[in-house]
Nanobody
């Protein structure tokens, strides 16, 4: 059974940091482009960040650029999202995604994800 399991969410004050993890199982994702998305109540799912299979190329949504960092450890089949300088508007459920058929991080979209995690809640208080 293929699974992506996110962890690391929680409640944090504005200006704080969190590190999300996405552990993959059931197949190897080491050759896949991976992504992070988020969805706030009443809003559409929003692209946050993407990383190439090697980790050598990353791409970010404008709202998180300079504050968030995506990385991966293929030996552990895990992707990370380091979130710094958090703002209340970052509050959302964060989802990890796998995009095996996507070769460029700049075209990662929710509609071209083949696998999704269940999400982890991030709440930033003001």
């Amino acid at each position: 059974q293929v699974q992506l399991v996110e962890s690391g969410g929680g409640l944090v004050q504005a200006g704080g940091s969190l590190r999300l993890s996405c552990a993959a199982s059931g197949r190897t994702f080491s050759r896949d482009t991976m992504g992070w998305f988020r969805q706030a109540p009443g809003k559409e799912r929003e692209f946050v960040a993407a990383i190439s299979w090697s980790g050598g190329t990353t791409y970010y949504g404008d709202s998180v650029k300079g504050r968030f960092t995506i990385s991966r450890d293929n030996a552990k089949n895990t992707v990370y999202l380091q979130m710094n300088s958090l703002k209340p508007e970052d509050t959302a459920v964060y989802f990890c995604s796998a995009h095996p058929s996507v070769t460029s991080v700049t075209i990662v979209q929710a509609k071209n994800a083949d696998y999704w995690g269940q999400g982890t809640q991030v709440t930033v208080s003001s």
